[in-house]
Structure formats: C-alpha cells, structure tokens
C-alpha cells in the first residue's frame, strides 16, 4: 500500500532570506568623484613640479632663441630705456662717475648749447663733476618719458624738474629748472640680449626760477635724515637695512614716542 506523501502547507515553509540588492550610485555622482580625484591628483602633481617666475620663463624663452612678441618686447625696451634715464639722475645728485659713465656707449656725444657745453660722454662727465661740486645739494626728477622705438634704436623724450642749491656771498640761492632730455639711444649689441644705452643727448630747458632763500627749517631739525653726495649717502646702505638678513637686530628706535611737534616748519 502506498503512502502519499503530505504536501507542505504554505504555512509550515520557512521563509528564504533574499540579499539585499546593492544599490545604485547615480551616474553623475560617480562621475562627479572621479573627475574630484583626477583633479586633486593633478593639483597634487603640479605642486611638486619646481615653479619658475615670469622673468626667468621670458630670459628662458629668449635665450632658447625664441622672441618675444612685439608688443611684450616694446613693454621690457622701454623699461629699461627709463632705468637707463633714473641712473643718470642719480649719478648726477649722487656725483658717482661711475654710474654717469655707465649709461653711454663709448662713442656718446652730449649737447648743452655752443656757450654751455659740447662734446663726448666722456669729457661731459668730467665737465658736469666740477659744475656741481659748485652747488651744495642738487636733485633732478624724471618723468613724462615718451620713447619712439625703431627696432635697436629709441628716440626718447623725458622732462626733467631740477633744483641747484647755491651758496652766493650775498646768501643762498634755490634754482628750480624745467627742461628737458632729448635721447638718441641704441641696444648694443643689436638684438633682445643688448643693453639700452644714450648716443647722443640734447637738454633744452623750458623755464628757469631763481629765489632767495634761509635754511630755517635745516636748523630747526638738525636731526632729520638729509642727504649725502658721496657713497655715505644711506642709499647705498640699503642692503644692510633691518630684514635684510634672516637673524638681523631690530632697530634700536622701536619702542619710542614722539609727538606731532618733533619736527618744525
């Protein structure tokens, strides 16, 4: 006799656990990250590539024999053209012969008028050393410099505020000149490598006043910081000013009060 087997009633079946299905990441999210990364890995990697300044990439782009273009290269020629005017400004009140000497070519010439002075860089130099050291103090400031560029060539124009201190037997005199410089100079040897230097210069002066003057405010304030015509002038102490050097003192003054009244007019 057979024995039926006894169907399982859905009731006695055990329940069968199911996984749950992992879930799906947005596609933008996971794009979204991995862009994240790529960028932070990038960052990462430019940071440890050696970084150079902008004027070492164009001395670098010009001497791997690229040029600059035009435009770049006008912008770094007239630089320099009005770097080469602010040093002989300086040689002037400065009298360093040096620095007179450094921003003409050889072969420069100089023009003041027929009765002035006319000649060679060169002798110009000796000749403006001895007219100055007539005068106690002088000061020349440069400025509407206009430069004409025509490729290693520049005809320049700068106007120029000048003012003599004179001691005369009658008293002390201020001369204030405006005038102004007008510069052929050439880049030597030709090329973005060359240096700017004056050829020929001419100075023709627009206006000149002269007054009378005391010097009240010099002996009211013997103690203020004037100027010097020789190299212990403090601007050629410069390098040696505090935070020059990573272990430098602090100046000795710090910490003092002064009131409005220190100095006098």
């Avoid at 996971?30 to 164009?58: D, F, G, V």
């Avoid at 201020?174 to 052929?184: C, E, K, P």
């Amino acid at each position: 006799m057979a024995v039926s087997a006894k169907k399982k009633s859905p009731k006695n079946r055990k329940p069968v656990a199911r996984k749950a299905a992992p879930k799906k990441k947005p596609a933008a999210k996971t794009a979204k990250a991995s862009t994240r990364k790529a960028s932070h890995r990038n960052i990462s990697l430019l940071k440890q590539l050696p970084r150079t300044s902008l004027m070492s990439q164009l001395a670098g782009s010009v001497s791997g024999g690229q040029r600059l273009p035009l435009r770049l290269q006008a912008v770094v020629d007239k630089s320099e053209i009005k770097e080469v005017l602010y040093r002989f400004a300086r040689g002037l009140d400065r009298l360093d012969e040096t620095v007179l000497r450094s921003v003409c070519h050889p072969d420069a010439t100089v023009d003041l008028g027929p009765g002035i002075f006319q000649g060679t860089a060169n002798d110009y130099v000796h000749w403006v050393l001895g007219v100055l050291h007539q005068v106690r103090s002088s000061h020349h400031l440069i400025g509407n410099v206009h430069a004409q560029l025509e490729g290693d060539v520049a005809l320049v124009e700068s106007y120029v505020h000048t003012h003599f201190r004179l001691d005369k037997p009658t008293g002390r005199e201020d001369v204030f000149m405006g005038s102004r410089y007008l510069d052929r100079m050439e880049r030597r040897p030709a090329g973005p490598a060359g240096v700017w230097k004056i050829v020929h210069r001419k100075q023709i002066i627009d206006w000149v006043r002269t007054e009378a003057v005391s010097d009240i405010f010099y002996h009211q304030n013997p103690d203020a910081l004037w100027s010097y015509r020789t190299k212990t002038d403090p601007s050629y102490q410069m390098a040696q000013f505090p935070g020059s050097q990573s272990r430098s003192k602090l100046p000795a003054f710090l910490g003092r009060r002064y009131e409005s009244k220190s100095i006098r007019f």
